[in-house]
């Protein structure tokens, strides 16, 4: 998958090494990377029971890679190579325990910095599951919280600092977790902290406190909003977010950004979305959307955030400058520690066909045809003019 990021930064940077005289504005790049999003689970590559509207229209605008891969099948390595373009093997990184230190050094060379060194502004909105502060050493979460993001060429960040199955359950932005109460302070790990602060069932002990759906397994540490995570929490609990309306605060958080730097300079915007990544928690909305349960209704809920950034770049007249790629960060996974109710292992017509289920933890975006996506959108909405240039 790294290649075709590259190939749009390549593609950015093509742009902004012509003549002056010649240069259209530096483009925008919104890179909206997908977790556990399977080829299988756009339309555009042949879904049949996920309705995708937004990005097919997305592909219908751009590019439609059929052969991308990822660096790494799972989430920790694929994005340490994506912000670094060195092998997270490199660096012995594999997938982050809750708590982990910032795993890319603070020195290196890294995706934002790059942008940054073209003059563009710089923003991380979502799942983040490469490490907050000190690599060796405990964090004080009840502190600032670096390094991390804002240390690596970003100038904002509105994260999920693991990821959704795992602890802590809140928001960091930029260097403070959002809504956390000096009486009831947040802590990490299984010994119980030596003051006062929540205390979340142990889902060990308690798998009756697991009320939204159960662990099939690994997943019953604390339990907090009925879900069993990876790890322990303590405190925190003003502070805790809401699994259910996680994309609309991503999605609220990216239109307050993109408002901001609208007629300000070209940025980059990094969305990474908790979606389809486990637990599976798509807004009641969208239940029913899909024919697969939790898991389709969050694809299309992940859809439907697509949408709403394509539309406010149209609010704010920067769709015809502004290159969007949609990609994930490893390919579909089926059964990831939940009894979800996914009754289905395919999303595609080949339901239809009797063929095999999709492939746990690719390393392609999809199967046969990956799921990578890039849209210099509105180049050609009206069929007139060429779509991305070669
Ligand atoms: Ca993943």
Redesign the pocket.
């Given at each position: 998958m790294r290649r075709f990021v590259w190939l749009g930064i390549g593609l950015v940077l093509g742009l902004i090494s012509l003549p002056a005289d010649a240069a259209p504005p530096r483009p925008n790049m919104v890179l909206i990377y997908g977790?556990?999003v399977g080829y299988g689970d756009l339309g555009c590559y042949g879904a049949k029971l996920i309705p995708t509207p937004n990005l097919d229209r997305l592909a219908a605008q751009g590019l439609r890679f059929t052969d991308a891969h990822c660096t790494a099948a799972?989430?920790s390595p694929?994005r340490f190579a994506l912000l670094t373009g060195v092998h997270a093997f490199r660096h012995r990184v594999r997938v982050l325990p809750p708590g982990a230190g910032l795993v890319i050094p603070t020195d290196a060379f890294t995706l934002p910095r790059m942008f940054k060194r073209a003059g563009y502004h710089t923003a991380v909105v979502g799942k983040w599951h490469l490490g907050l502060g000190p690599r060796r050493g405990k964090l004080d979460w009840n502190g600032p919280i670096r390094p991390g993001p804002l240390e690596l060429g970003f100038d904002y960040a509105f994260l999920l600092p693991s990821t959704n199955d795992r602890v802590p359950c809140v928001y960091v932005e930029n260097h403070r977790v959002v809504g956390l109460e000096p009486q009831d302070p947040l802590f990490l790990g299984r010994q119980r902290p030596p003051v006062p602060c929540t205390e979340y069932p142990d889902g060990k002990k308690h798998p009756e406190a697991m009320t939204y759906y159960r662990s099939s397994h690994g997943h019953n540490n604390s339990v907090i909003n009925g879900i069993g995570r990876i790890g322990y929490q303590w405190g925190g609990r003003q502070a805790l977010w809401n699994d259910e309306t996680m994309t609309d605060e991503f999605v609220r958080r990216i239109k307050r950004y993109i408002a901001s730097r609208a007629g300000k300079g070209p940025f980059f915007l990094y969305f990474a979305s908790q979606a389809i990544?486990v637990p599976r928690t798509p807004h009641p909305r969208f239940h029913g959307k899909s024919k697969l349960t939790y898991r389709g209704d969050a694809m299309v809920e992940l859809d439907w955030a697509v949408g709403e950034i394509l539309r406010t770049l149209d609010e704010h007249g920067l769709t015809r400058n502004t290159i969007v790629i949609f990609t994930s960060?490893?390919g579909p996974v089926y059964d990831d520690g939940y009894r979800d109710g996914t009754t289905v292992l395919t999303s595609t017509a080949e339901v239809d066909r009797g063929q095999g289920p999709i492939v746990a933890a690719s390393t392609r975006s999809t199967k046969a045809e990956p799921g990578c996506l890039l849209s210099f959108a509105g180049r050609d909405t009206s069929g007139r003019e060429p779509p991305v240039p070669p």
């Open positions: 977790d556990d799972t989430c694929s990544h960060d490893n």
